[in-house]
């Protein structure tokens, strides 16, 4: 047993200071108080103020081998997000296990100073530089879950489906690392992986396909036969593109999400990441199906996507994660910011965090990240902190310029809006703070 003290803890709905948490052996919290324990056990003191940490919603690891080598602009007027991809596939092509190893080990080490504290990883880069399926099978999802438990972060590992090269269109050369060429290879794939996750104390399974576009449509109920009645979280990127949107009209007479919502069982389980071109109708809908949507915002505009449509999606009771994606930015706090000024700037209105229930926007997001971040890894507790949970928590330092003059209550959105990495002074997993 032993405590922990901070000069603030927030829970779901407002702040306990003094707080003392108890916790067993393995950093289980078995006790949150705010008065000095009697037993005669070590406190640590902190000066600081707990947050929980965020889900990392959506990941490619071996992105980050690219941060920065996209932004020399030799495509006179057509540098687009289609040609960053062909970018992305030589970096893909190129990468070896021993260095995919490294740079999630890399990356993910980063996400934990920064305050994520569990990161889905929507993984497709499955084979060989030949494309041929390694003789290990799970060999590039093992370095990642070998990576995840050497840098401390919890992982959601989900190995992708991904068989097309656009819609009705083959694969090309540059995707030929990610492709099963039909369902039953895919799954002989999953199982492989699936064997190999009890062996990794802080990992989990989830389970996706890449798009629609990269999977024949006709496939859909058999993934949903062999899925939806599993624990499983169920994530694919849907409608980042206009000529996504344009490409899936044209064969299957729908939008991505209209004929996702026509044809699937959508639930909470699901989550769709990106959803940048959406209708109104799409948009309440899907609200309205209880799916989590994940944002991407630094990626989404560094790649020029485009702005989702927050405000209609919040009306109608929508549940956003966040996530880092291609990893051009890291922070959970720069990305909320990106959401919540793209839509300030878009609508002339600074209210886009807030609801009927919650005005402050800090805390407003804070919820939603919580909520619909465990959800996209197959949680559903949305308490901040929990008896019977482990303790897993971003520390902000007291004693900051900013926090150090500042009432408790502006806290959650001086984070989000007014401070960098300088304020946190680390991250606590499983009752211990990660070394970065
Ligand atoms: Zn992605």
Redesign the pocket.
Same mark, same amino acid.
């Given at each position: 047993m032993k405590y922990l003290h901070f000069k603030a803890i927030t829970l779901k709905d407002n702040w306990l200071e003094n707080a003392y948490i108890e916790l067993d052996k393995d950093g289980i919290i078995t006790q949150i108080n705010t008065s000095k324990p009697t037993k005669n056990e070590q406190i640590e003191y902190i000066n600081g103020y707990a947050l929980p940490t965020l889900v990392n919603s &959506?990941s =490619?690891a071996f992105q980050y081998a690219m941060n920065g080598k996209a932004e020399v602009h030799t495509h006179h007027n057509a540098d687009d997000f289609w040609s960053w991809r062909e970018a992305m596939y030589a970096t893909a092509l190129s990468i070896s296990p021993e260095e995919m190893q490294k740079v999630a080990t890399l990356l993910y080490k980063e996400m934990l100073r920064v305050g994520y504290g569990e990161v889905v990883e929507?993984h497709y880069l499955h084979h060989d530089k030949n494309g041929k399926p390694y003789q290990y099978l799970p060999e590039m999802s093992e370095r990642l879950l070998i990576a995840a438990q050497n840098a401390g972060i919890k992982i959601t590992l989900v190995p992708i489906f991904y068989q097309k090269g656009g819609f009705g269109k083959p694969a090309t050369d540059g995707q030929k690392r990610f492709i099963s060429k039909d369902f039953s290879t895919y799954l002989t794939l999953f199982e492989s992986i699936k064997k190999i996750i009890p062996n990794y104390k802080n990992a989990t399974l989830g389970v996706g396909f890449h798009s629609l576009r990269a999977m024949e449509p006709h496939l859909l109920p058999a993934f949903i036969d062999t899925f939806g009645s599993e624990k499983y979280p169920i994530h694919l &990127?849907i409608a980042e593109q206009l000529l996504e949107v344009k490409d899936c009209l044209e064969y299957l007479h729908a939008r991505p999400v209209e004929w996702l919502l026509n044809n699937a069982p959508i639930s909470e389980k699901w989550n769709l *990441? =990106?959803c940048t071109h959406l209708t109104d109708f799409e948009t309440e809908k899907l609200a309205k199906s209880k799916a989590n949507v994940i944002l991407?915002p630094s *990626?989404e505009g560094n790649l020029g996507d485009g702005i989702f449509n927050l405000k209609t999606f919040q009306k109608y009771g929508g549940k956003w994660a966040i996530?880092t994606?291609?990893h051009i930015g890291i922070n959970p706090a720069e990305e909320m910011r990106w959401l919540d000024y793209g839509q300030r700037l878009r609508t002339h209105n600074r209210q886009s965090f807030t609801s009927e229930t919650q005005k402050e926007s800090g805390r407003f997001a804070l919820q939603n990240v919580i909520k619909a971040g465990r959800q996209t890894t197959g949680k559903m507790n949305e308490e901040f902190f929990e008896i019977g949970k482990p303790f897993d928590t971003l520390v902000l330092d007291a004693s900051h310029p900013v926090l150090s003059n500042q009432s408790l209550q502006y806290t959650l959105s001086s984070w989000l809006y007014g401070l960098d990495s300088k304020a946190y002074l680390g991250t606590i997993i499983n009752g211990n703070f990660v070394k970065v």
């Open positions: &959506h =490619h929507f &990127h *990441t =990106h991407c *990626t996530g994606d291609s």
